[in-house]
């Protein structure tokens, strides 16, 4: 129940936010193009309280569910008068939506997602400026090499201790990876102590691959920062690890003989494999580990299993604030590398990649939200809402009625056949298009709900 809670609590409070911000970009611009704005609601339903200032009701509604905003005119009928009746909404009413230029319509339309793109640039930049957590590991223990990498290259092994790296002696992990960030495209001097040895070598540290972050796994190191088997926390149906017997709740001590601690070197192992089988030793609820066969599977471009880890007991953090010049730099790769999230799912989809059945809805993005209001670290809560912020832009941006980017499409239709397209046959595509997306809404709430724990239990 505490779960449950916290996660629809994260859920309302994250989808307020992103959506009233998105509705104030809608807002500010209509005002600005001299549209009548005839309310801004913060939540939905009955109004609570608010105050009406010009032509504009700000108020706070019942339903703390995002927001709206309500322009004279914005429904196509709304500019009807309707024969024998008095209507506010008149054909040549100055303030009325439809009544000003296509090119303002369309500043309008664009409006909302472009300020959802700029609060996931703010949040991040405010992140990396004024928080920026980083481990606070004393030691720098490798604890997976990439076969083939630099690090391979220079004759690093799993289980060597980093002694000297550059020009710093004895360096904890954030000196090594800070020393990394810093260094793309050159040789460094370094010394690791192995079976009590130290080993002189050099490491060249790769430049920056588009679409990854510039950390030591570009050079092929995993480094060891915490302990224990990897958790198994849900298991995907049909997947490698469900047809190989793994359930939630199982650990998994190692594969291959390799012990593993966290998923992504474990992620990169499967790489060097290239689909082939794994043997992991698990260990099964009130069971003695076990050896059990994985067949990897191709998802998203690459060799996975097929489960959802449990999250590791992270280490202590302590704040390192970036420069300013360096957090702006940050927040534009963070939101570049996260802004087309949807637009490669739609792509995958599309091409087979991908199954329907991954998709996640809102149930899903409550369950995200509350893991992340629960841990200790601001991280995962300013990245989950700035990546919401920028695809939910890239969403309505999509040229599907009712969206935004549906009505952009028909205001530059509308510009090329220099015509407005009929109001009935507006209302047929809304109508066409309003019920798609119930539909589409209920098949994806239906999959988050099938993958919620209860459910997951319940298979044999």
């Excluded at 790296?165 to 020393?179: G, K, L, T």
């Excluded at 599977?297 to 390192?320: T, Y």
């Excluded at 809402?385 to 509308?414: C, K, Q, R, T, Y």
Aim: one cysteine or more; a negative charge.
């Amino acid at each position: 129940m505490h779960e449950f809670l916290v996660s629809v609590v994260a859920f309302v409070v994250l989808l307020g936010l992103l959506v009233v911000v998105h509705e104030f970009g809608h807002f500010a611009v209509a005002k600005l193009c001299g549209v009548r704005v005839e309310a801004f609601s913060v939540g939905m339903g009955p109004r609570l309280f608010g105050y009406k200032y010009g032509d504009t009701d700000y108020k706070v509604c019942l339903l703390p569910l995002g927001g709206f905003v309500k322009m004279t005119g914005e429904a196509p009928e709304q500019n009807l008068e309707a024969p024998g009746t008095q209507t506010e909404f008149l054909p040549d009413d100055p303030g009325s939506f439809l009544n000003h230029p296509r090119w303002q319509r369309v500043l309008i339309g664009l409006a909302g997602p472009v300020s959802n793109f700029i609060l996931a640039f703010v949040l991040m930049f405010f992140y990396f400026g004024w928080l920026n957590e980083v481990p606070d590991i004393k030691t720098s223990t490798i604890e997976w090499v990439t076969p083939g990498s630099a690090a391979d290259r220079a004759g690093l092994q799993p289980g060597d201790l980093f002694r000297r790296f550059d020009n710093v002696d004895n360096p904890d992990w954030d000196a090594v990876d800070e020393s990394a960030r810093n260094n793309p495209n050159r040789t460094v001097a370094i010394a690791v102590e192995r079976n009590g040895q130290i080993v002189q070598t050099s490491l060249r540290i790769p430049g920056r691959t588009k679409g990854k972050d510039d950390d030591l796994s570009q050079a092929g190191i995993f480094l060891h920062y915490v302990d224990g088997p990897i958790g198994v926390d849900q298991v995907v149906g049909n997947a490698p690890a469900e047809q190989a017997g793994l359930r939630a709740g199982d650990s998994i001590l190692a594969a291959d003989g390799h012990a593993f601690h966290t998923v992504l070197p474990l992620l990169d192992y499967l790489q060097t494999g290239q689909g082939k089988p794994v043997t992991l030793t698990v260990a099964h609820k009130g069971a003695a580990p076990a050896p059990v066969v994985v067949h990897p599977s191709i998802q998203e471009s690459q060799w996975r299993l097929g489960f959802m880890p449990v999250a590791p007991v992270e280490p202590p953090m302590h704040i390192q604030p970036m420069p300013f010049l360096r957090a702006v730099s940050k927040s534009k790769e963070f939101c570049a590398e996260n802004s087309l999230l949807v637009v490669e799912v739609l792509q995958k989809l599309v091409s087979h990649q991908a199954s329907m059945k991954q998709l996640v809805g809102p149930v899903g993005i409550a369950r995200v939200a509350g893991e992340a209001a629960e841990t200790k670290d601001w991280s995962p809560k300013f990245g989950l809402a700035a990546v919401i912020s920028l695809n939910l832009g890239i969403v309505n941006l999509l040229p599907f009625p009712i969206l935004d980017g549906g009505m952009i499409l028909l205001l530059l239709i509308e510009s090329t056949a220099r015509r407005d397209i009929g109001i009935n046959v507006k209302e047929r595509i809304y109508q066409a298009a309003f019920v798609l997306l119930m539909v589409f809404a209920v098949f994806v709430i239906f999959n988050d709900v099938t993958r919620l724990p209860i459910f997951a239990h319940l298979k044999p």
